[in-house]
């Protein structure tokens, strides 16, 4: 079976997201820290549901929605670098913006087969 490298580095780039945000915890911003948490997991959980998508427009929602959160990722992260906050992670910008850039041309491919 063929690697799936979008579902991989989303998942490399969740634990890179929860081990971030346990340091904004620990300095006690939580508010910043609540929602990447969220937005950063989220990618992973969309892409891993439309390995199972129930049609092709089904799996191009999903996708449209993982590139979502990695758009709402990429602010609080940016948020986060302008802020200097617990020492900012500069490869967690550049993952986000790799899954971005692999999202969007999975969407383009797969609205082309339709």
């Known amino acids: 079976m ?32 609540n929602q990447l948490i969220r937005c950063g997991m989220a990618i992973g959980a969309n892409i ?3 390995q199972q998508a129930e049609s092709r427009s ?8 993982a590139a979502k959160e990695a758009s709402e990722s990429l602010y609080w992260l940016s948020v986060c670098e302008k802020s200097d906050i617990a020492g900012f992670q500069h490869e ?3 993952e986000v913006n790799q899954i971005i850039a692999i999202l969007s041309k999975i969407i383009i491919s797969a609205k082309k087969n339709i």
């Open 2 to 33: 063929k690697e799936n490298i979008i579902l991989n580095k989303s998942i490399n780039f969740s634990v890179g997201i929860r081990n971030y945000c346990q340091a904004l915890y620990f300095k006690k911003e939580t508010t910043i820290a």
């Open 48 to 50: 891993s549901e439309a």
């Open 58 to 65: 089904d799996f191009i929602h999903k996708m449209k929605i």
């Open 92 to 94: 967690l910008m550049s």
